[in-house]
């Protein structure tokens, strides 16, 4: 399954933050360490988006990423202090394409998602019919990824708290498609909201900087593994580790 990260902390370039790391995005499209059965390799496209002072910008390709030559020259030039990156595995019978790859956005949302839905998409009909018909017509893709977004961004533009609205998307995804893995990453640029659902996840914190991500990208010790059903709460100080009914464990 996809491999996503997020950085929030003072400004590296991208290329520094995604290929330069020995076990980092880059790599991990071709050689991931802990894809815990769901896909082989990471080749179905990837974006990153990273926030300017007039809000995030977005770059999202259909191929690999190791075969884009812009990529490295783009991340050579440009630095940025919140950072949300995804390389893609399409899931079996999902369509190919640079919409179909995360980062989503939505205003100052990032949002990026790695895992499947199970069932897709009969499991998940009447949750879908739940949300506006319009923002079922403007899904980026007709992906589950794409459809997690509409249901968590539904939940974001009603008001609701970022951790709660991840909690109540998955708890809802999770009753009509148990089987779902459901890792799901978001970000404001200044905050990040991270579920364990079925998928690896770490996290590498301090000094004044934090990463969240699928896969450690390199050696250090101070990587964190996240348990399972767990909700990681950041911001580039401090972080929580919740369970997905929201009683902090440690
Ligand atoms: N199911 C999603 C897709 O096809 C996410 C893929 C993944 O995590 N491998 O885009």
Known sequence: MCRHQLY????????????????????????????????????????VGWYTPTGPVRYRRAGPIWA????VELGRATAAGAVLAAVRSATPGMPFGETACAPFTDGRWLFSHNGVVAGWPDSVAALAAALPVTDLL???????????WALLRHR???????????????????????ASRLNLLLTDGERAWASAVGHSLSVLAGPERLTIASEPSDDDPAWRPVADR?????????YTVEDLCGSTSS
Do not use: C, K
């Open 8 to 47: 929030l902390g003072p400004p590296v370039s991208l290329t520094q933050l995604l290929v330069e790391p020995p076990y980092g995005l880059y790599r991990q499209s071709w050689a991931p360490r802990d894809m815990r059965g769901g896909g082989t390799v990471n080749v179905d496209g990837f974006g």
């Open 68 to 71: 884009d030559p812009g990529l």
């Open 138 to 148: 403007t899904l980026d893709a007709p992906t589950d990824s794409a459809l997690l």
């Open 156 to 178: 974001l533009r009603s008001g609701a708290d970022p951790g709660t609205a991840i909690t109540d998307t998955v708890t809802g995804v999770l009753a009509a498609a148990p």
């Open 230 to 238: 767990r909700l990681v709460v950041a911001d580039r100080h401090t």
